[in-house]
């Protein structure tokens, strides 16, 4: 197993810095970023919708009340 890894020197590993790789640092990061603020645009315009949701259930809801106490029932 040491003959295996006897080839890797350790004191000549070291990562170079290149133009190229601070310029995919830079793209990959700003796609992160785009992806997160869509994503929380996303998630605050499902809140609105749902908050708008639950309005039109509870005033439909807050309508058949009302008519219902206008008209009762026959069966009484």
Do not use: C, H
Not at 8 to 25: D, R, T
């Amino acid at each position: 197993m040491t003959k295996l890894f006897s080839y890797v020197k350790y004191s000549e590993a070291s990562f170079q810095m290149s133009n190229e790789y601070i310029a995919l640092l830079i793209i990959t990061t700003s796609i992160w970023i785009l992806l997160w603020l869509g994503y929380r645009k996303n998630k605050i315009n499902d809140e609105n919708k749902m908050k708008e949701k639950q309005a039109r259930i509870k005033a439909k809801t807050e309508r058949r009340i009302k008519l219902e106490s206008l008209y009762p029932s026959k069966n009484k």
